[in-house]
């Protein structure tokens, strides 16, 4: 059964940085487009950043030149930089695959931008 764990949130000031870190399970990480995703309260779930198989990344507008998608196959790790963080990034993150597997979505880990 695949399963995703992420890591790394927690409450930053604004203008600071995270590191995410999501470790798969279940599945040949390798072969996945993988991505991370967020949801804030009253929000919708949305896709911020892809690192494809073949080593493409694609950003949200609302993140492009501050987040920085990131994987190990080796490790079977993806990671997301988060810098010059803001209020608006507070929201729940979680990684999945592109398209995501709807019945694989782990617990996320909560990212806070608060002064």
């Known amino acids: 059964q695949v399963r995703f764990v992420e890591s790394g949130g927690g409450l930053v000031q604004p203008g600071g940085s995270l590191r995410l870190s999501c470790a798969p399970s279940?599945?040949?990480?390798?072969?996945?487009?993988m991505g991370w995703y967020r949801q804030a309260p009253g929000k919708q779930r949305e896709l911020v950043a892809t690192f494809t198989r073949d080593g493409i990344t694609n950003y949200a507008d609302s993140v492009k030149g501050r987040f920085t998608i990131s994987r190990d196959n080796a490790k079977n790790t993806v990671y997301l930089q988060m810098s010059s963080l803001e209020p608006d990034d507070t929201a729940g993150y979680y990684c999945n695959t592109v398209p995501p597997r709807s019945s694989a979505w782990g617990q996320g880990t909560q990212v806070t931008v608060s002064s």
């Open positions: 279940g599945i040949i990480f390798s072969i996945y487009h």
